[in-house]
């Protein structure tokens, strides 16, 4: 039996590989030892209730305010000692967190193979976003199997040196999850969502949180959407705000008493993707989400001077915009006021995935095992 162990510890993580996960644990010849470490606690538990999923190993390394050093070091050393326990033959990880490359360092100094899920994103800037981008590249140092969600992924490990044998490009995760989750006759659970009028209102929905944006970078971003609802009167944005006390203090200080802001705890997965399909637009910082929302035919605004994933800006579905408020302001304005613009962004294709990266991933790790003779027939967009 073939003994795999997926390792991840946030919620984005958690949302990418749920449909993973869903499909190993069927496969009578895997046996799958999921493990979380709980880098983020109360938004990864959501997940794992929403899907079902139950973890062999919860490392609940959670803390206040921890450091990327504290989470680092406690990651190496308690998944060290479960690759000792257990012997798996290839750990799975996924994207760009603490967590993603703890753990490969941890599984490479046991010499265990590395299966990297969503491999191959970069912005060439080990500062944007950070601490991510250096995450990604060096757990891609450390991995075997790199499951690339994109040509252009592809391209970028090759051009690293990584063998072509070891790519495989499967589009990504994401939009399996997604599309498993959206539902056109949801009903929203949270009061604010349940009164919001998605039809005579332009609903514009906006994240941020990255920690290259706080501080003077969101205050513009924050800013600019104050503006923006004062200049038009036909919208409303909703904010579900991030955990981080900065972000929420920045958040109240600036939107407090505006009435067509609505500001929100984090919202479930389900909530938050049901939103995302009735919404206007979305603006965000966030690397998801510029997957996510164009397979809603939602345009994308990115709050962010630089992109890993360019495929959507070349699909013209996805504009990367910087946080200066006149840009944003204008940028956002154009797509309010424009409905040719609006609906050519909207149309575009999505560049991401068809909702069956899990299975090529399976069939991948089955290839490389010697369990399937069939290689992977990969994912490309432009079908």
Same mark, same amino acid.
């Given at each position: 039996?073939?003994?795999?162990?997926?390792?991840?510890?946030?919620?984005?993580?958690?949302?990418?590989?749920?449909?993973?996960?869903?499909?190993?644990?069927?496969?009578?010849?895997?046996?799958?030892?999921?493990?979380?470490?709980?880098?983020?606690?109360?938004?990864?538990?959501?997940?794992?209730?929403?899907?079902?999923?139950?973890?062999?190993?919860?490392?609940?390394?959670?803390?206040?305010?921890?450091?990327?050093?504290?989470?680092?070091?406690?990651?190496?050393?308690?998944?060290?000692?479960?690759?000792?326990?257990?012997?798996?033959?290839?750990?799975?990880v996924?994207?760009?967190?603490?967590?993603?490359?703890?753990?490969?360092?941890?599984?490479?100094?046991?010499?265990?193979?590395?299966?990297?899920?969503?491999?191959?994103?970069?912005?060439?800037?080990?500062?944007?976003?950070?601490?991510?981008?250096?995450?990604?590249?060096?757990?891609?140092?450390?991995?075997?199997?790199?499951?690339?969600?994109?040509?252009?992924?592809?391209?970028?490990?090759?051009?690293?040196?990584?063998?072509?044998?070891?790519i495989?490009?499967?589009?990504?995760?994401?939009?399996?999850?997604?599309?498993?989750?959206?539902?056109k006759?949801?009903?929203?659970?949270?009061?604010?969502?349940?009164?919001?009028?998605?039809?005579?209102?332009?609903?514009?929905l906006?994240?941020?949180?990255?920690?290259?944006?706080?501080?003077?970078?969101?205050?513009?971003i924050?800013?600019?959407?104050?503006?923006?609802?004062?200049?038009?009167?036909?919208?409303?944005?909703?904010?579900?705000?991030?955990?981080?006390?900065?972000?929420q &203090?920045? !958040? @109240? #200080?600036?939107?407090?008493? $505006?009435?067509?802001?609505?500001? /929100?705890? %984090?919202?479930?997965?389900? *909530?938050?993707?049901?939103?995302?399909?009735?919404?206007?637009?979305?603006?965000?910082?966030?690397?998801?989400?510029?997957?996510e929302?164009?397979?809603?035919?939602?345009?994308?605004?990115?709050?962010?001077?630089?992109?890993?994933?360019p495929?959507?800006?070349?699909?013209?579905t996805?504009?990367?915009?910087?946080?200066?408020?006149e840009?944003?302001?204008?940028?956002?304005?154009?797509?309010?006021?424009?409905?040719?613009?609006?609906?050519?962004?909207?149309?575009?294709?999505?560049?991401?995935?068809?909702? &069956?990266? !899990? @299975? #090529?991933?399976?069939?991948? $790790?089955?290839?490389?095992?010697? /369990?399937? %003779?069939?290689?992977?027939? *990969?994912?490309?967009?432009?079908?």
């Open positions: 039996m073939l003994k795999i162990m997926p390792v991840f510890g946030t919620r984005p993580e958690a949302i990418k590989m749920a449909p993973l996960l869903k499909i190993l644990e069927a496969q009578e010849e895997i046996q799958t030892i999921t493990t979380v470490t709980a880098q983020h606690r109360e938004m990864l538990d959501q997940v794992l209730q929403l899907f079902k999923l139950i973890p062999v190993y919860d490392l609940n390394i959670m803390q206040p305010e921890q450091s990327l050093t504290e989470v680092t070091v406690s990651v190496l050393s308690k998944i060290g000692e479960i690759i000792s326990k257990e012997k798996p033959d290839l750990m799975l996924h994207g760009d967190t603490a967590t993603t490359f703890a753990s490969s360092l941890a599984a490479f100094y046991h010499k265990i193979p590395v299966g990297h899920v969503e491999a191959g994103l970069r912005t060439y800037n080990k500062y944007s976003p950070y601490p991510e981008e250096m995450n990604r590249k060096l757990t891609g140092c450390m991995a075997d199997l790199h499951f690339a969600p994109t040509q252009t992924a592809k391209e970028a490990l090759l051009k690293e040196g990584v063998s072509a044998g070891q495989f490009v499967t589009g990504n995760t994401v939009i399996d999850a997604l599309l498993q989750t959206v539902d006759g949801y009903k929203f659970k949270d009061a604010t969502l349940k009164q919001l009028d998605f039809e005579s209102r332009k609903v514009i906006l994240t941020a949180h990255r920690r290259e944006n706080i501080g003077a970078r969101m205050e513009h924050f800013q600019a959407v104050k503006e923006l609802v004062r200049q038009h009167h036909d919208t409303e944005v909703v904010v579900p705000v991030h955990l981080n006390p900065v972000v &203090k920045l !958040a @109240e #200080r600036v939107f407090r008493g $505006i009435e067509r802001v609505k500001m /929100l705890p %984090p919202l479930a997965y389900e *909530e938050f993707v049901n939103l995302m399909d009735r919404c206007y637009l979305v603006l965000t910082d966030s690397g998801g989400l510029q997957e929302a164009p397979a809603l035919g939602k345009p994308v605004l990115v709050l962010r001077d630089t992109t890993e994933r495929e959507a800006i070349a699909a013209g996805v504009k990367l915009i910087g946080t200066e408020p840009k944003i302001i204008a940028e956002t304005t154009s797509l309010l006021v424009n409905p040719d613009l609006y609906r050519k962004m909207a149309a575009a294709v999505n560049p991401y995935g068809d909702g &069956k990266a !899990a @299975e #090529r991933i399976l069939q991948a $790790i089955r290839y490389y095992f010697k /369990l399937s %003779p069939h290689p992977v027939k *990969e994912y490309n967009s432009s079908l």
